[in-house]
């Protein structure tokens, strides 16, 4: 499904606004991760891309922890924003814009928006009553909690009474609008079980939901009541359109959504997905937007098959992970070990084994070895065929010319786990190949030929299977097109012009016998388990 849009060849993708009660855990570099891949796939392909990242900054959770701390709310939100920048950068992501919710252009916006829907009559003042996870930074049906009064999702926290004044957003007055929409348009919430739950919920009748509240102070005043305090996720989910604004634009809504709108993709957990599917275009209806195009709700990562979460504090440390293993390490892990949509596990010592198998063996020595007998047999340390003499069928020839197709469906599907496998069976692939083949032996009979047309298709596929990497393992897949004789850095497209076009680059047969190879060397390092694990 091509969900660029066609007519202005742009591609915007949002990953949540992280709260900033805590350091990032293992579980928003997921997503970040995730968006960060499929962003760089799209420039791949010559779209202009805006990721956009950020985070989420008001609210009692933040208030209460920066209390608990002793902190003034900004200050705490600077410094905990601050992890999440350099999270990013550690792992490599490459987002066009961070919003944090505190910026005063984000208030302009809020603002604006707020007066569009309060002109559509959507706003008004009722009493709330119910219990509140304030983890959640949601109400609950008393029927979803577990016993002691628990959060189902934050199964260690308490919901908390309340009983208070609040304006209300209209909610229910669009239930017919938000049903005829999401039959109109059946793709917006993905993967289908994540849709069926919306489904659910939806048809058991929609209810009108509290947008302010009192007694809390740390968030934007209600525009037209400043005793109350916005909702945080009222405010957070607009950060979203504040992101859009140029740095030099008059903050206005109409400038936020001039060129990017409506976005093309909200990429978020399956915790959070009534926000992003049914309050948020609800909103976007009352406020007379188009609606984005597609919300995808991956799953949860657990820790040794335990759930993991900021609030259960089993985290996995990302910057420990990343220092230690480094980032095309754990953005590999987590894309090809696990189906996005569903949850999945972060285990040690099957984290070493896939990186070794994978990375170390399957793609490093297969490289390695390669230029080596390359060096070995072949004179200047240059091949002299090119594709025009391999036959269709040879047999990683006949792969890794439909390779392409499948690569891009899986990745705009966004089954990570599935475009990876698929590149996989071509390096496993050549793999065998070269064994079956056994250069070594061809070239004591002195069958020079023979040898070479080995020795380019097994170079081809690694070359190949780098590219249609290169999304998920960026600094890998430009180390291998180095030795492979090209000086393309995959961490520096430019904007303007692709150095590396997924037209060409994704086919079979680019390398030629003008290639300078450059010097063999081991592309990931084998990881040795530590002796304790
Ligand atoms: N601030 C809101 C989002 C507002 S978007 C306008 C929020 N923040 S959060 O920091 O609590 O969560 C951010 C994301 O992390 C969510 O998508 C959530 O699903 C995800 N995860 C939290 N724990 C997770 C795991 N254990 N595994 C995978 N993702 C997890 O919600």
């Not at 109109?184 to 919306?198: A, H, K, L, T």
């Amino acid at each position: 499904m091509n969900l660029v849009n066609k007519t202005k060849n742009t591609f915007a993708l949002t990953t949540p606004l992280y709260y900033v009660n805590d350091v990032p855990h293992v579980g928003s570099a997921y997503t970040t991760m995730a968006a960060d891949v499929l962003a760089r796939f799209h420039r791949l392909l010559g779209h202009e891309v805006l990721l956009i990242t950020g985070t989420d900054e008001h609210g009692q959770k933040i208030q209460r922890s920066a209390e608990s701390l002793g902190k003034a709310p900004q200050e705490f939100c600077d410094q905990i924003s601050a992890g999440f920048y350099s999270l990013w950068d550690l792992l490599n992501i490459k987002y066009d814009r961070f919003i944090r919710t505190t910026s005063p252009r984000h208030e302009a916006i809020v603002k604006e928006f707020f007066e569009r829907v309060w002109a559509a009559g959507d706003i008004y003042q009722g009493q709330q009553k119910g219990w509140y996870c304030v983890s959640c930074e949601e109400f609950k049906e008393e029927r979803e909690l577990l016993e002691g009064n628990l959060c189902p999702i934050h199964t260690n926290k308490q919901v908390e009474w309340r009983d208070e004044q609040n304006y209300f957003f209209r909610l229910s007055k669009y239930q017919t609008q938000l049903e005829d929409f999401y039959q109109s348009q059946p793709d917006f919430i993905q993967p289908e079980s994540r849709r069926n739950e919306v489904m659910n919920f939806v048809n058991q009748g929609l209810q009108d939901f509290s947008i302010s509240r009192v007694n809390v102070d740390w968030g934007f005043p209600v525009p037209v009541d400043a005793k109350h305090t916005l909702y945080v996720w009222f405010d957070a989910l607009l950060g979203y359109v504040t992101a859009l604004l140029e740095p030099e634009a008059e903050t206005t809504l109409e400038n936020a959504l001039a060129k990017w709108w409506p976005i093309n993709l909200h990429l978020i957990g399956k915790d959070i997905l009534r926000f992003h599917a049914v309050y948020w275009p609800a909103m976007l209806m009352s406020a007379d937007l188009p609606l984005p195009q597609r919300v995808f709700g991956h799953g949860f990562l657990t820790k040794d098959g335990q759930k993991m979460g900021k609030s259960l504090g089993n985290t996995v440390d990302p910057v420990a992970l990343v220092q230690q293993y480094g980032s095309d390490a754990v953005r590999y892990y987590f894309l090809k070990e696990i189906e996005f949509g569903k949850d999945g596990d972060f285990n040690e010592v099957r984290f070493i084994n896939v990186l070794n198998a994978d990375l170390a063996n399957d793609l490093g020595n297969l490289l390695n070895r390669t230029l080596n007998m390359v060096k070995k047999y072949c004179a200047n340390y240059a091949l002299s065929i090119t594709n025009e003499n391999i036959t269709d069928d040879n047999p990683l020839k006949a792969i890794g010319v439909n390779l392409e197709q499948k690569v891009q469906k899986s990745y705009e599907s966004l089954a990570f786990n599935q475009a990876c496998e698929v590149v996989l069976s071509l390096v496993q692939a050549s793999n065998k190949f070269i064994d079956d083949q056994a250069p070594w032996t061809l070239y004591k009979q002195g069958k020079q030929q023979e040898v070479e047309k080995v020795l380019y298709a097994v170079l081809e596929s690694v070359r190949l299977a780098a590219y249609l990497l290169s999304p998920v393992i960026p600094n890998i897949s430009s180390d291998i097109y180095r030795q492979l004789g090209w000086e393309i850095d995959f961490n520096q497209q430019p904007e303007s012009a692709v150095t590396a076009p997924f037209a060409t680059h994704s086919q079979w047969g680019l390398l030629s016998n003008k290639q300078q190879l450059g010097q063999p060397q081991p592309i990931f390092k084998r990881i040795e388990p530590a002796k304790n694990s």
